[in-house]
């Protein structure tokens, strides 16, 4: 009687521990499962830039002083040595005056001397300090008219007048080295960057670029990586590039852009939502909705999926939200969508 009462409680404990075991499976929360996409997939380095003219000079002055002229105004067309501004020269002006007459004395002393010499009737020594004196005022007139013309505000390259930067006006005090105006084509424009020093082995000469700026939103402009610094910045810690762009771009000199330089860029890529990427692994279901664990070579995310470079298979179906308790081998309710 004992052992069929035995008998009796395990095959309650056995269906009751069955029962609830379908009870739980059949409430279990429903695991969505989506098959891999195929779409782009893109790996890109971020930077920051402003656009500017490919050849381009900030022109200062080279002494302090007050403006006594300006000749151009923004948007003017310069040639190169062309003068921009003029400052007031009148001391430098009057030693230079000063230093010609000195210099016509000792043309006209050193050439009496000369002939004295020659008639013997002065020394080699009194011939020689007056070429000394000659020399001596020619070097000084020479040093003086370069003073002079340190004056005189020149373009350093053929362009336009991009900017004024100080909106000069006559009596205006300048500092030397101060920049006045800033030359440059600009209808030959590209975007100066600045790229992180970790990603600078990974750009190159000819990679796309693509840019955004404020003035065209929703746009992305292209362009193709021209220059790289050989020597960065270790302060900023980064390395400046130049982004050629198109003749016909709109963008403006003196823009600031974003910039996202294209790596790799893959067209038909396999895709997997970033929701089901889990520490590096992604889960999938067999046939008979049994849980397996991937850990396959993942690519770039762009926040909404992950490219899956190796070890997916495109017919997999993988779970889009995989819960923490799950587990390997676990039999799992699934609803497939898609394919």
């Known amino acids: 009687m004992t052992r069929s009462r035995w008998i009796i409680g395990v095959g309650l404990v056995a269906l009751l521990v069955s029962g609830f075991l379908i009870f739980s499976f059949q409430f279990q929360t429903s695991l969505v499962v989506i098959q891999p996409v195929r779409g782009p997939s893109v790996v890109a380095v971020y930077a920051t830039g402003t656009v500017e003219p490919v050849h381009v000079a900030r022109v200062g002055a080279n002494v302090s002083g007050r403006i006594e002229q300006v000749l151009v105004q923004e948007g003017d067309t310069v040639v190169e040595g062309e ?60 040093a003086a008219r370069v003073r002079l013309q340190e004056h005189f ?75 790289i610094t050989p020597f960065g910045d270790p302060i900023a810690r980064t390395y400046r590039v130049h982004i050629a762009l198109p003749e016909d771009t709109p963008l403006l000199a003196g823009m600031t852009t974003e910039l996202n330089i294209i790596l790799r860029e893959e067209l038909d890529a396999l895709l997997v939502p970033s929701s089901a990427v889990v520490n590096g692994a992604v889960w999938t279901v067999t046939g008979d909705d049994v849980a397996v664990k991937n850990v396959p070579t993942l690519g770039p995310i762009d926040g909404t999926f992950v490219e899956v470079l190796d070890g997916l298979d495109e017919s997999a179906w993988v779970i889009r939200e995989p819960t923490p308790d799950l587990r390997a081998g676990d039999e799992v309710r699934v609803t497939r969508e898609g394919r």
């Open 153 to 227: 505000v020149r373009a350093a390259i053929s362009g336009d007048v991009m900017r004024s930067e100080m909106q000069l006006d006559v009596g205006d005090l300048v500092t030397a080295g101060k920049v006045l105006f800033v030359l440059g084509n600009p209808s030959h424009l590209w975007v100066e960057a600045e790229v992180d020093e970790e990603d600078i082995p990974r750009v190159l000469l000819g990679q796309k670029a693509l840019i955004r700026a404020d003035a065209f939103e929703g746009q992305a402009l292209e362009g193709r990586i021209k220059e």
């Open 83 to 142: 003068v921009l501004a003029i400052l007031d020269n009148r001391e430098a002006g009057a030693a230079v005056r000063e230093l010609e007459a000195r210099l016509e004395y000792a043309t006209s002393d050193v050439e009496r001397y000369r002939r004295l010499f020659r008639s013997g009737n002065t020394s080699a020594a009194s011939k020689d300090q007056s070429e000394a004196n000659f020399r001596s005022a020619e070097a000084a007139l020479e």
